[in-house]
């Protein structure tokens, strides 16, 4: 009788947190939506509403982390990891800002003044920050509660990438493979900080830089060896850690 109390008592957590995550990912994407849509139709002028996007993101995510129960350590906004996330959130810079510029010079340099170092601010602080503690933090950590860290990965890629649906199919299929990379930086490290930096940085270049229109064919192609080198090095170290999680926790389950 007492297991069945138990096994009743779990099956009602289970759903509870099912609900939770789905609230905690739905609330802030939906705020999302509310002003995306309108402002890629124009119903809405894209300035001044534009600059109100992230922070309500922010603050809706931050909602539902506390509302949840969880600690800003659980979405990654922690100490632990840090060096290490910095490094890899160091190497993703690299490859994706390379891919962007390398091939593409000449590159014309826009004036540094007063107004690129308020979008500066704006990108790593208000859209890098958003972003990840939303698309990586927040919604990685609700859906691992629903199932294993593979699902968690994937339907976050997915996700982000609707997310960027102002930018058409193109824009929704981009971010979506430029995710992953993404992911799994933040499971290997279990840390966002370096990751928020690096996503303001790579949106501010368009605003900074300007390449030619015309890109160097071999330049191009090595680039893209190089992404696809750097994608398996980060999946290879997504498994490796992931399964070592695995493996830890069956022996802890086990032992008890």
């Known amino acids: 009788m007492p297991n069945r109390f138990a096994r009743e008592k779990n099956k009602t957590k289970v759903h509870t947190n099912k609900y939770a995550a789905f609230i905690a990912i739905g609330i802030p994407f939906s705020i999302f939506l509310v002003l995306g849509i309108p402002i890629t139709l124009e119903i809405l002028p894209r300035s001044p509403f534009i600059l109100f996007i992230h922070p309500l993101l922010i603050v809706s995510s931050f909602a539902a982390i506390f509302l949840n129960g969880w600690s800003s350590q659980d979405v990654g906004l922690r100490l632990d990891g840090l060096t290490r996330n910095l490094v890899y959130s160091g190497a993703l810079f690299a490859v994706y800002a ?25 990108y790593i602080f208000l859209v ?34 609707l997310g960027h649906f102002a930018d058409g199919i193109g824009g929704i299929v981009g971010a979506f493979v430029s995710a992953f990379p993404y992911l799994f930086i933040r499971r290997i490290t279990n840390n966002i900080v370096g990751l928020s930096i690096v996503h303001g940085l790579l949106d501010f270049l368009p605003v900074l830089l ?9 330049l191009e192609g090595l680039f893209i060896a190089v992404f696809l080198m750097f994608f398996a090095f980060l999946a290879l170290s997504f498994l490796r850690v992931t399964g070592n999680g695995r493996d830890q926790a069956n022996r802890r389950s086990s032992s008890a």
């Open 98 to 122: 390379g891919s962007q510029l390398v091939p593409f010079i000449p590159i014309q340099t826009a004036t540094f003044d007063v107004t690129a170092i308020l979008w500066l601010l704006r």
């Open 128 to 161: 890098g920050f958003g972003e990840e503690l939303y698309y990586r933090g927040l919604t990685v950590k609700a859906l691992s509660t629903l199932k294993n860290q593979y699902f968690a990965i994937i339907v976050a890629a997915g996700i982000s990438g």
């Open 210 to 218: 300007v390449p030619s229109r015309t890109s160097n064919p071999f």
